[in-house]
């Protein structure tokens, strides 16, 4: 099960720290990825975490790269997205999501569990 909180209302240029609780006792054995959907669009990819260590491979989509910062922490089945240098466009529902393999994929159909989704919204 996963849980995600630490959206809200921010105004453009200022920053949010968005974090994912997992429960179980392999939170290691998983890939996370943030993903985002605006209204009106397809949920899209938003970064990713290779399963294993804490200091694993990590992958951006192009829009937050330089921005945006995923980071896990497996002792406490944690996994963050730092958001900086927030923008009108980033406004959307973000969802976190596990899955097993061993890659870090990027579709949504490749995550087997997700989370509730949490607001984020930035003004201009």
């Known amino acids: 099960q996963l849980q995600a909180c630490g959206g809200g209302l921010v105004q453009a240029g200022g920053s949010l720290r968005l974090s994912c609780a997992a429960s179980?006792?392999?939170?290691?054995?998983?890939?996370m990825g943030w993903f985002r959907q605006a209204p009106g669009k397809e949920r899209e990819f938003v970064a990713g975490i290779i399963r294993g260590s804490d200091r694993g491979t990590t992958d951006y989509a192009d829009s937050v790269k330089g921005r945006f910062t995923i980071s896990r922490d497996n002792a406490k089945n944690t996994v963050d997205l730092q958001m900086t240098s927030l923008k009108p466009e980033d406004t959307a529902v973000y969802y976190c999501?596990?899955?097993?393999?061993?890659?870090?994929?990027?579709?949504?159909?490749?995550?087997?569990?997700w989370g509730q989704g949490t607001q984020v919204t930035v003004s201009s």
């Open positions: 999501a596990a899955d097993p393999t061993w890659y870090l994929p990027r579709l949504p159909r490749q995550y087997d569990y």
């Open positions: 179980g006792r392999t939170f290691s054995s998983y890939a």
